[in-house]
């Protein structure tokens, strides 16, 4: 496992170590994961060779397969790790997995359960109209630490971790996301009771009756019952950290190496039918250049803006790893290469 935030040197380390493990890459990145989101995203400049995506002669997984017009979830992650995970090892491979969103992470390991709430189309279009903030103030009562963990600006993802969270708890406050739903109506069903602060509570779905409540948990160390692949006792989690003041930095000269970039690409993603409200929900990059192309924001502010929600992301995916006490924190890729205890080469 290789893990860190924003711009701290994930990739580049990754491809080291499957040279050196006769490894491949399973990238976890909520965004590399689509197609035509590729200088937003960060994603390696590899291209696809007989069905598999290369970059610098290692074969990536679970990157630039997954339509932009359509929703890709932790669970959708999930089910594409296992697939590489289990044809790597079968192939006698060494699974690298490399990436910032340790939420698909843990979900790919079996560290937190999904898939026990199904997503509810009606629930949905009535969290649309409500802001951000609005949303998190109510994820933050069900789950605070989901709450610190998560893109705070992303409606799409806190709309998601509100059904996940809700259905763990009664919803039974009168004032909920800044608004007072008393004369709505309540109810105790932990898992509609927050369809009751708008007023109506829709029938449960044949897969929503016998389904458990999810418990994801910001980087704890705790198996879930459906198990894993892969032993806890046989990862080695290394995670790349770097100084505050170096890490701004980074950010700082990537961003203004890929901004023309991502608005080209931005531009394009438009014009192939990618709608504004999507890209939106993409968040950091693809968030402000849409502002920016709107004329909400000029491209002064844009980019001081996008600079400071990148490096605020950073921190909290620092926030969530944090909470892995089985990550050894590494500050270059000469230290990760010597705390690797295995060599293939060797024959170890």
Not at 59 to 77: E, S, W, Y
Request: charged content about 30%; aromatic content about 8%.
């Amino acid at each position: 496992m290789i893990v860190g935030p924003n711009a701290s040197g994930k990739s580049e380390l990754g491809v080291k170590l499957a040279k050196k493990l006769n490894g491949e890459i399973i990238s976890a990145d909520s965004r590399q994961v689509y197609k035509k989101l590729d200088v937003g995203s960060g994603k390696v400049r590899g291209r696809w060779k007989k069905g598999v995506f290369i970059y610098k002669n290692v074969t990536h997984r679970c990157i630039d397969i997954a339509d932009p017009k359509k929703v890709f979830t932790a669970l959708d992650f999930r089910k594409c790790a296992e697939k590489a995970i289990a044809d790597l090892l079968s192939r006698g491979k060494t699974p690298i997995i490399v990436g910032g969103a340790g939420f698909y992470i843990d979900a790919a390991l079996g560290r937190i359960k999904l898939g026990g709430v199904p997503p509810d189309p009606v629930l949905r279009k009535k969290l649309a109209d409500y802001s951000t903030t609005q949303l998190l103030n109510y994820l933050t009562e069900l789950d605070p630490a989901r709450a610190k963990s998560i893109e705070q600006k992303n409606p799409r993802r806190l709309i998601r971790a509100i059904e996940i969270a809700s259905a763990k708890h009664d919803s039974s406050p009168k004032k909920r996301c800044g608004v007072d739903f008393a004369s709505r109506g309540e109810t105790n069903d932990p898992l509609n009771g927050f369809f009751a602060l708008f007023g109506t509570v829709p029938k449960r779905s044949e897969g929503q009756k016998g389904a458990k409540p999810s418990e994801p948990r910001a980087g704890g160390a705790r198996m879930s019952e459906e198990g894993a692949l892969v032993s806890p006792k046989n990862i080695l989690w290394l995670g790349i950290k770097r100084m505050p003041e170096e890490l701004k930095k980074r950010i700082r000269t990537r961003l203004i190496k890929r901004l023309l970039g991502i608005i080209r690409e931005v531009k394009k993603l438009r014009r192939s039918g990618v709608s504004w409200k999507r890209l939106y929900d993409f968040g950091l990059e693809y968030r402000y250049i849409s502002l920016y192309l709107r004329g909400r924001l000029d491209y002064k502010l844009m980019a001081t803006q996008l600079q400071t929600a990148t490096w605020h992301y950073a921190k909290r995916q620092m926030t969530y790893f944090k909470k892995n006490k089985e990550i050894r924190w590494i500050s270059a890729n000469k230290e990760a290469l010597r705390r690797v205890p295995i060599s293939i080469k060797d024959g170890k």
